[in-house]
């Protein structure tokens, strides 16, 4: 059985930092897509950015520059750091991994997915 758990929300101020951590059991991240979705209050949840198992990567137009996603594959783990926050980021981040594909998946196609962990951004 594949799980996800996420870790390294928080609180955090406008410009800050914060690096998520996605630690996966049951399949190696290196054999599966990945990717981290957010979803604010009363919104639709929303790809920030996405790992191929082989490393390559892709970001939504608002990550791009702030947020880098990437992967350890010794410790089977996928991060999100998250620089230059802004109050607009506010949200619960979900990992995702994919157990049938490790190309880039730039959709919700995901099969198994983490709790989630709230980012909150004070202005």
């Known amino acids: 059985q594949v799980q996800l758990v996420e870790s390294g929300g928080g609180l955090v101020q406008a410009g800050g930092s914060l690096r998520l951590s996605c630690a996966a059991s049951?399949?190696?991240?290196?054999?599966?897509?990945m990717a981290w979705f957010r979803q604010a209050p009363g919104k639709e949840r929303e790809l920030v950015a996405a790992?191929?198992?082989?490393?390559?990567?892709d970001y939504a137009g608002f990550a791009k520059g702030r947020l880098i996603i990437f992967g350890d594959n010794a410790k089977n783990t996928i991060y999100l750091q998250m620089n230059s926050l802004k109050p607009e980021d506010t949200a619960v981040y979900y990992c995702?991994?994919?157990?049938?594909?490790?190309?880039?998946?730039?959709?919700?196609?995901?099969?198994?997915w983490g709790q989630g962990t709230q980012v909150t951004v004070s202005s």
């Open positions: 790992i191929s198992g082989g490393g390559s990567t």
């Open positions: 995702a991994a994919s157990t049938f594909r490790s190309a880039i998946i730039w959709s919700r196609d995901y099969d198994v």
């Open positions: 049951g399949r190696t991240v290196s054999n599966s897509a």
